[in-house]
């Protein structure tokens, strides 16, 4: 299984850029990463999924660097609404091999 | 739109009882999981299936029993509720082939 550490919180403010970086040093090969949005009261929210280098959809774009031992979601422009926790996968689902980490705190302020 | 759907939000129940949540998705997909999600610990996986009537067990299944007579639903049974049960329950689904969990609203169950 692989390990995954995220900040427990981050502060930002409207409008700003947001990256959050969650590190697998143990990732296996084929493991995926996928990222995933909670709010309160809410089951989770699948946001983005990558392998490898960049993957971008309308919400996110998310950064794996060659050696795939960390990632990085990126959010453009935070509004008071992407106050959320999120949450970095790492694994291979269809092996039984992924779990959800504690998530990341993110509150955006005016 | 996909949706997922569990039977209760709040749930209150004794010690010692038998407990029942019921989780249904509309979307014909094959997977589905349990989970509970405790402060600080993320989500915990107890059960999930891959077909009807197949169940393969979580990191935490001590406790708890699934049931998946129908594609459509999946059921969690806590056998005999203890305290230490009290906790947010989700249930999600997922089509075969894709890592995009869709999950239901969760049920906050407390056993007094």
């Known amino acids: 299984l692989a390990k995954t550490t995220q900040p427990i919180s981050m502060d930002s403010y409207e409008g700003q850029e947001v990256n959050i970086t969650c590190s697998h040093n143990n990732i296996a090969t084929n493991d995926y990463i996928t990222w995933y949005q909670q709010f309160p009261s809410q089951g989770p929210r699948f946001i983005i999924q990558?392998?490898?280098t960049k993957v971008t959809n309308e919400v996110a774009s998310l950064f794996i660097p060659a050696d795939r031992k960390s990632s990085t979601l990126s959010l453009p422009r935070v509004s008071l609404s992407d106050t959320a926790v999120y949450y970095c996968?790492?694994?291979?689902?269809?092996?039984?091999?992924?779990?959800f980490g504690a998530g990341t705190r993110l509150t955006v302020k005016p | 739109d996909v949706k997922v759907t569990q039977s209760s939000r709040y749930l209150v129940k004794r010690t010692g009882e038998k407990v029942f949540l019921e989780c249904v998705q509309d979307?014909?997909?094959?997977?589905m999981f349990w989970y509970r999600q405790d402060p600080g610990l993320g989500l915990r996986l107890i059960y999930f299936?891959?077909?009807?009537?197949?169940?393969e067990k979580g990191d935490i299944p001590e406790g708890y029993s699934v049931s998946r007579e129908k594609k459509e639903r999946f059921s969690l049974i806590l056998e005999s509720a203890s305290t230490n049960q009290t906790s947010m329950y989700l249930c999600a689904s997922v089509i075969s082939g894709s890592y995009e969990q869709y999950f239901g609203p969760g049920t906050r169950l407390t056993v007094t």
């Open positions: 996968l790492v694994g291979d689902m269809w092996d039984n091999d992924m779990r």
């Open positions: 979307m014909d997909h094959e997977n």
């Open positions: 299936s891959y077909d009807v009537k197949m169940k």
């Open positions: 990558g392998y490898k």
